[in-house]
């Protein structure tokens, strides 16, 4: 009888080591397959034949912090600038007129309103790129901005701003330094209940003072060029209570935009002014009543989000005298009621926000 020897089995831990390496190979070969079909999707969508579907895609990287490079790989500087270019707003030099606006006393509901307890309507909005709730707050009175002054190194989520403050909504404000989503400190101007709490607006291309006066009119006052003394005495000039601060500059290096409407006049735009994004705006009717819209994007519920047109669209179909663009992009949010109505984009925030050094809050009652 012949001597056998049997076959040599591998150890547990070397299947188990061989299996995860399989599953790393597919998952990595899945990975290449899925960055080798987005780089000809993007490249179709750019070199293809549609212009504005090139002008969309460039110009709403551009607008993204992290993503601007994205453009560089399919185009070059020359070509850029050319969408920029053609891509973008007219200058509106007007003031707020401040005799359109008549506050209502509020104290009446007028037909097809439905405002709560808290004087507040909400409405849903869907648009083919975006999704948006516009809260509409009847007395401008109980808008007022909320922050984490003294200015630390970390904000506060928008839940934080509105409860610290006993309010029931708001939405996030202005420039404000984001990196690394600290959030402790503001940028321009922040001006809270009259008091200025922040006032650095020099360096700042297109800068704009947005926010409420003593009358309780919304007030869009281009800041550019202004040193902190000279704001200081237009703050108490003007009587702004509240406000923060946006920018209003077009480049392949930043593309920030503010006025919307001034005193019914919608902005003139070039295309669809800017690129499709999360946005955050604030405007105001005759009557006084406040307009607080933000919108998705960045592939949210497959959304790209919204541009200057549409803003200004839902703005002049909601009433809006005056309308400014706020903050957009990851910080772009909304809270009422003690839950979240627009959450941040951000995958590891979607269920939340950034942390804010400030917001645009509403008092309750």
Not at 22 to 38: E, F, M, N, P
Not at 188 to 202: F, H, R, T
Not at 229 to 253: M, N
Not at 317 to 345: F, I, K, P, Q, R
Request: with cysteine; proline share 3%.
């Amino acid at each position: 009888m012949e001597n056998s020897t049997p076959a040599l089995r591998p150890r547990p831990a070397a299947r188990a080591l061989r299996y995860i390496l399989r599953t790393l190979l597919v998952l990595l070969t899945g990975l290449l397959a899925l960055a080798l079909a987005l780089v000809i999707a993007l490249g179709t969508i750019v070199h293809g034949p549609s212009q504005t579907a090139r002008e969309l895609f460039v110009t709403t990287i551009l607008e993204s912090g992290q993503l601007k490079f994205v453009a560089s790989i399919f185009l070059s500087d020359e070509e850029i600038s050319d969408i920029v270019s053609r891509t973008s707003m007219e200058q509106m030099d007007a003031d707020v007129d401040t005799d359109l606006i008549q506050v209502d006393s509020g104290d009446t509901q007028k037909d097809g309103e439905a405002y709560d307890e808290n004087g507040i309507e909400l409405i849903e909005i869907s648009g083919s790129t975006y999704y948006a709730k516009l809260m509409i707050v009847q007395d401008p009175s109980k808008i007022k901005l909320a922050t984490t002054y003294p200015w630390t190194e970390y904000g506060k989520n928008l839940d934080e701003l509105v409860e610290d403050s006993g309010a029931v909504a708001g939405v996030n404000g202005g420039l404000y330094v984001s990196e690394s989503n600290k959030g402790g400190s503001p940028l321009g101007v922040a001006v809270s209940e009259g008091e200025i709490l922040y006032n650095q607006p020099s360096g700042w291309a297109g800068l704009y003072m947005i926010g409420f006066d003593r009358d309780n009119i919304l007030q869009i006052v281009d800041i550019e060029g202004m040193t902190s003394t000279e704001l200081e005495t237009l703050i108490k000039w003007t009587g702004i209570r509240d406000a923060v601060a946006f920018q209003d500059e077009a480049s392949d290096a930043n593309n920030h935009f503010v006025p919307l409407i001034i005193n019914g006049e919608a902005r003139q735009l070039n295309g669809q002014g800017s690129g499709a994004n999360p946005r955050t705006a604030i405007g105001q009717r005759a009557d006084g009543s406040v307009l607080l819209l933000v919108t998705d994007g960045r592939g949210a519920s497959g959304h790209l989000g919204a541009t200057a047109s549409d803003l200004i669209s839902i703005m002049l179909e909601y009433g809006a005298v005056n309308a400014a663009n706020l903050d957009g992009g990851s910080s772009s949010c909304m809270y009422y009621n003690g839950a979240y109505e627009m959450t941040s984009v951000t995958l590891y925030h979607a269920n939340s926000s950034w942390r804010l050094p400030t917001a645009f809050v509403v008092e309750g009652g």
